[in-house]
Structure formats: C-alpha cells, structure tokens
C-alpha cells in the first residue's frame, strides 16, 4: 500500500515538475495547434528553438461525392512565446462541373505570439496572423487571416479555448465575400488523469460567415482526441460535420493527423 502511495505520488511530481520546466513545447497532446484534429488553438506558443512537424489526411462528404485533403505545417519557435509556421493542404476535390482535379493548395505564412499565461481570472492570451500565397488552382491576390486565442481553465484539467478570426479573401470573385469573421469555442480534457497523462479530448463549435454572399454562414461542431505515442510525438483523429452552410456544407469530415518535435 505505501508503495504503490509512494509511485503514484512520484508520477504526479513528475507530472508537475515537467509543465512546470516546459510552460511550451512544440509536441504534447495537451498543446493545441488548429487542424490537429479540429479547427481551433489554445493561447500556448512553441518553446523557444524548438521545431515541430506536423502531417494530416482529411475525407470529406460534401453536398455530392468525397473529397481528400491532405496537410503539412512546419512550426518553428524563433522567439520566446512566439513561432512562426509554414504550412500547405492539397486536396484532390470535385469542382462544379463534377470533375476531380488536384489542387495543391496556398501556402500559409504564419506568425504566432503569445502576450501573456494564465493567472488568477485572467486567461492566456494570444494572436496568430497567417497570409495565404496564391498559389493553388484558380487562386489569385494575397490572402490573410489574423486570429485571437484566448485559453482559461474552467476545473482543475479542463480548459476553454475562444479564437475570434477575421478572414480577409483579396481575391473574391462576384457573389463572394471579401471578409469573413468567425468564432470558434473549443474544449479540451486530459482523459485518465491523474493514473495516466498521455491522452486528450478535445470538442468545439464554431461559425464563420459563408465565402458565398448568397448562403447562409457555416456553423461546424466536432469532437476528437491527441494520443501521446511518444516522447516527442503525438497521434490525432477526430470527426467535424457541418450543420448549417448550404453548398458549402461539409456533412462529415474525419481527420487524421501525426506530429513529432525534432
């Protein structure tokens, strides 16, 4: 009995000690990075000099047929409580006149920095500015997107995670938006704690404003999990479905996706 006492608060003490030395790391199931598997960030930066990539796959279910993504990103931290990451996401999709074609996507720029960590009331806070290259099918003008990230325990594990976007389209066409607000609530809990720390649910909802002037705005909710595989590694799945947005509805998406420090 007191040995079995003596491990368990061995573990919480390593438990501890380790967020206590490592506030930001590149890969831990309990840092959220957006995509990885939902739509969401927390307000924690990548440690400083620390690299990360990131893979993904996606399999969607539009109005009609299914369509394939893919993801990369390169997360780097250059500065303290701030990293910058390079990112792509090809998709082999069907268009309007019902053909599949490749798409091998923008490349995304983007700049992350965190003001503050959580204290007392106040919430860790955040800002992430992407701009998107044109260079994908049919894309044209400079693309951006700036996104507020703010990060608050609401129990003892459990955290609430609010990012506030506003998405700039430089390339709208007739009947297409150029800017499009959105918010996203996302949730997060580390599951087994305190027996076990490897594993994270994560949940959101969110709406955005439609590209489409014509339709109404998309509103998306999704739950998944990051599984620890590794010291420097995490594993990540989750499903999102689309309940309003009109063509633009995505009825299922499931994602899958691997990350590793290095």
Do not use: W
């Not at 949730?187 to 649910?201: E, I």
Request: aromatic share 10%.
């Amino acid at each position: 009995m007191k040995k079995s006492l003596f491990q368990k608060s061995l573990f919480l003490l390593c438990v501890f000690a380790s967020l206590r030395l490592n506030p930001a790391v590149a890969v831990d199931h309990n840092n959220l990075d957006a995509g990885r598997p939902l739509e969401f960030d927390d307000a924690s930066s990548v440690a400083f000099r620390e690299q990360a990539i990131e893979f993904g796959a996606a399999v969607s279910k539009p109005k009609s047929g299914v369509n394939f993504e893919g993801s990369a990103e390169y997360l780097y931290g250059f500065a303290k409580n701030s990293h910058l990451s390079v990112d792509f996401d090809p998709r082999f999709a069907r268009e309007e006149s019902g053909a599949r074609r490749f798409d091998s996507g923008d490349i995304g720029i983007g700049v992350f920095h965190n003001f503050n960590r959580e204290y007392g009331s106040t919430p860790a806070f955040a800002l992430r500015a992407d701009a998107y290259l044109p260079t994908g099918r049919d894309s044209s003008g400079v693309d951006f997107r700036l996104r507020a990230i703010a990060t608050k325990h609401i129990f003892a594990r459990s955290q609430l995670h609010l990012n506030l976007d506003l998405n700039v389209n430089n390339g709208a066409h007739d009947g297409e938006r150029q800017t499009q607000p959105g918010i996203i609530l996302g949730y997060s809990q580390p599951l087994g704690y305190p027996s076990r720390f490897d594993r994270t649910l994560v949940a959101q909802i969110g709406y955005r404003a439609n590209e489409l002037q014509s339709e109404n705005g998309v509103t998306t909710v999704g739950v998944g999990m990051r599984q620890q595989v590794g010291v420097q590694s995490v594993f990540d799945v989750g499903v999102l479905s689309d309940l309003t947005g009109g063509s633009s509805r995505e009825k299922l998406k499931i994602v899958a996706g691997y990350s590793r420090q290095f």
